[in-house]
């Protein structure tokens, strides 16, 4: 069991508020997207729920207990902060024993393998790694600490796209394997569509969305053909956005999906697709 | 808890530098005792030597001032409570402070078979420098609850700057210039009684009233050192990641 409850939680910075009374409570063993815009209070969220900050209000609790100072909640938790918190001169080989020190199902058999796949050279020190290879340092520092709930800040910061794709299926693999809680907070929505089961969106620290992924996929669709048949089409309907390329138009409803039975549909030739989770989420935090 | 591992952390993150540390001194007290007997010197001729323990009060304030953002930060990384690694760093500063004491003590008597050393300590407290078992342990006690007290101090600096923001660093950084001025000058105008008052309290707080008394000294530095852990954890408790 490794349920977070998050009760009524405000976090002010001075006179700025950061975090606006939000209360959800996350599941355990799938994977939550933590989306939203610059400064929307994503980093903050994960940084209280990991007690690096404190709350001005409310209450943040583990399989019912508050987490503050609470050595024991807090050790099921690995956060990937996108901080560098490592001793810069030492070695990441180092700083991996380390960690095994602190979590004693830290698999360093599975760390090595890691650092061989995505070639971070164990030798180098922390300081020389590029922002790229220290993203992917932390993330083999996160999937190794065998920790239940896994906590990504912006987890491909700098990374490339065969990085990328790579952390992906790692990460799949390992969740196949190894069922476990985990938040990804990114801004390539689009990369992590295929992967997060449950969305959470954050605007102005507010909790804005919470949902599954299927429910918001499924909560509306996307219209595609001639220009002049896609307005036609949309006329009567909550249109959320639109592209244009050259005379064809792509136009993402909100609704229930259309029967390809449809007669206009069928006439003008239009195509229905899934909703963009992308698009969805611009037209949410777009103010 | 995971007390040993924070406790191992901190002491690995002090020992190259407490080697190296202690290299040097090590190769000091050769040079000292080479060029005293190359220069034919011996204690009976009143030749002193002196005070190598004072590096290790200088060492030991630099290892405070320099042993919290870093050490902070990772054990942070690892999800370990301020609670926990304040009370590793407690540890580790009993361990490394019992350490250092011990090894000056042994430096004191190795020096002392080839000419007269004076600890810090024994220039205090001691009429003559005859080191017996009871002195060197009273020199151990004073010697450990000075040096986690430096110790403390310089934890304690490192945390108030980083809690601090710009405006309130420049304030703590020339705060001590100012209140050194203030009490200059009310000294002047008090007739010194404010000069008198502090050398009071020094004579008082070093054990030094009515003779010597370096276990007296030794609770009055260990009650300075509760005030300052006590203010470290105060300020360590609720801090954030900058």
């Given at each position: 069991?490794?349920?977070?409850?998050?009760?009524?939680?405000?976090?002010?910075?001075?006179?700025?508020?950061?975090i606006?009374?939000?209360?959800?409570?996350?599941?355990?063993?799938?994977?939550?997207?933590?989306?939203?815009?610059n400064?929307?209070?994503?980093t903050?969220?994960?940084?209280?729920?990991?007690?690096?900050?404190?709350?001005?209000?409310?209450?943040?609790?583990?399989?019912?207990?508050?987490?503050?100072?609470?050595?024991?909640?807090?050790?099921?938790?690995?956060?990937?902060?996108?901080?560098?918190?490592?001793?810069?001169?030492?070695?990441?080989?180092?700083?991996?024993?380390?960690t095994k020190?602190?979590?004693?199902?830290?698999?360093?058999?599975?760390?090595?393998?890691?650092?061989d796949?995505?070639?971070?050279?164990?030798?180098?020190?922390?300081?020389?790694?590029?922002?790229?290879?220290?993203s992917?340092?932390?993330?083999?520092?996160?999937?190794?600490?065998?920790a239940?709930?896994?906590?990504?800040?912006?987890?491909?910061?700098?990374?490339?796209?065969?990085?990328r794709?790579?952390?992906?299926?790692?990460?799949?693999?390992?969740y196949?394997?190894?069922?476990?809680?985990?938040?990804?907070?990114?801004?390539?929505?689009?990369?992590?569509?295929?992967?997060?089961?449950?969305?959470?969106?954050?605007?102005?620290?507010?909790?804005?969305?919470?949902?599954?992924?299927e429910?918001?996929?499924?909560?509306?669709?996307?219209?595609?053909?001639?220009?002049?048949?896609?307005?036609?089409?949309?006329?009567?309907?909550?249109?959320?956005?639109?592209?244009?390329?050259?005379?064809?138009?792509?136009?993402y409803?909100?609704?229930?999906?259309?029967?390809?039975e449809?007669?206009?549909?069928?006439?003008?030739?239009?195509?229905?697709?899934?909703?963009?989770?992308?698009?969805?989420?611009?037209?949410?935090?777009?103010? | 808890?995971?007390?040993?591992?924070?406790?191992?952390?901190?002491i690995?993150?002090?020992?190259?530098?407490?080697?190296?540390y202690?290299?040097?001194?090590?190769?000091?007290?050769?040079?000292?005792?080479?060029?005293?007997?190359?220069?034919?010197?011996?204690?009976?001729?009143?030749?002193?030597?002196g005070?190598?323990?004072?590096?290790?009060?200088?060492?030991?304030?630099v290892?405070?001032?320099?042993?919290?953002?870093?050490?902070?930060?990772?054990?942070?990384?690892?999800?370990?409570?301020?609670?926990?690694?304040?009370?590793?760093?407690?540890?580790?500063?009993?361990?490394?402070?019992?350490?250092?004491?011990?090894?000056?003590?042994?430096?004191?008597?190795?020096?002392?078979?080839?000419?007269?050393?004076?600890?810090?300590?024994?220039?205090?407290?001691?009429?003559?420098?005859s080191?017996?078992?009871?002195?060197?342990?009273?020199?151990?006690?004073?010697?450990?609850?000075?040096?986690?007290?430096?110790?403390?101090?310089?934890?304690?600096i490192a945390?108030?700057?980083?809690?601090?923001?710009?405006?309130?660093?420049?304030?703590v950084?020339?705060?001590?210039?100012?209140?050194?001025?203030?009490?200059?000058?009310?000294?002047?105008?008090t007739?010194?009684?404010?000069?008198?008052?502090?050398?009071?309290?020094?004579?008082?707080?070093w054990?030094?009233?009515?003779?010597?008394?370096?276990?007296?000294?030794?609770?009055?530095?260990?009650?300075?050192?509760?005030?300052?852990?006590?203010?470290?954890?105060?300020?360590?408790?609720?801090?954030?990641?900058?």
């Open positions: 069991m490794s349920k977070i409850k998050i009760k009524n939680l405000t976090k002010y910075y001075g006179k700025n508020l950061a606006d009374d939000i209360s959800l409570e996350i599941t355990e063993n799938k994977i939550y997207g933590l989306l939203g815009r400064g929307a209070g994503k903050t969220l994960l940084n209280l729920i990991t007690n690096k900050l404190f709350p001005t209000n409310g209450e943040i609790l583990i399989d019912s207990e508050n987490i503050f100072e609470n050595e024991r909640v807090l050790s099921q938790i690995y956060y990937m902060s996108e901080k560098n918190l490592y001793p810069e001169t030492m070695k990441v080989k180092e700083i991996i024993k380390w020190d602190f979590y004693p199902n830290f698999d360093l058999d599975y760390a090595y393998k890691l650092s796949k995505f070639n971070l050279n164990l030798k180098s020190k922390f300081k020389a790694l590029s922002t790229g290879y220290a992917i340092f932390k993330i083999i520092l996160t999937l190794s600490s065998r239940p709930i896994l906590l990504f800040d912006e987890p491909i910061l700098g990374l490339d796209a065969n990085h794709d790579m952390f992906y299926k790692e990460l799949i693999n390992y196949s394997v190894t069922p476990t809680t985990v938040i990804i907070s990114t801004h390539l929505i689009e990369e992590v569509s295929d992967i997060i089961e449950e969305v959470l969106i954050i605007k102005d620290g507010k909790l804005i969305l919470s949902d599954t992924t429910n918001i996929l499924f909560s509306g669709y996307t219209v595609s053909g001639k220009a002049e048949d896609v307005d036609a089409f949309n006329k009567d309907k909550k249109v959320i956005g639109e592209d244009n390329i050259g005379k064809f138009k792509s136009a409803i909100l609704g229930p999906i259309p029967s390809k449809d007669p206009y549909l069928n006439a003008s030739n239009l195509e229905i697709s899934k909703l963009d989770l992308q698009k969805m989420f611009i037209q949410l935090t777009n103010s | 808890m995971k007390t040993i591992q924070i406790v191992k952390y901190q690995q993150q002090a020992k190259i530098a407490l080697m190296i202690y290299a040097i001194i090590f190769v000091i007290a050769i040079m000292l005792v080479s060029t005293m007997s190359r220069a034919g010197l011996k204690a009976s001729e009143n030749v002193y030597l005070g190598l323990d004072f590096a290790s009060m200088i060492f030991i304030l290892l405070g001032l320099t042993s919290f953002k870093e050490s902070y930060y990772f054990m942070q990384a690892n999800n370990i409570t301020r609670k926990g690694f304040y009370k590793g760093h407690l540890l580790s500063i009993f361990s490394i402070a019992a350490f250092m004491s011990f090894l000056d003590i042994i430096i004191n008597l190795i020096l002392n078979t080839f000419s007269e050393y004076n600890t810090v300590f024994s220039q205090i407290y001691l009429r003559n420098n080191m017996t078992v009871s002195t060197a342990f009273m020199n151990f006690i004073w010697s450990f609850s000075l040096l986690t007290l430096i110790a403390m101090i310089g934890y304690f945390i108030v700057y980083y809690r601090s923001n710009t405006v309130m660093k420049i304030v950084s020339v705060a001590p210039f100012v209140l050194i001025n203030v009490l200059g000058y009310l000294n002047s105008i007739d010194g009684a404010i000069g008198n008052a502090v050398n009071y309290f020094n004579t008082w707080m054990g030094l009233q009515n003779g010597y008394h370096p276990y007296f000294a030794s609770i009055n530095i260990f009650a300075a050192f509760i005030i300052f852990g006590v203010f470290s954890y105060l300020l360590i408790r609720k801090a954030p990641i900058k």
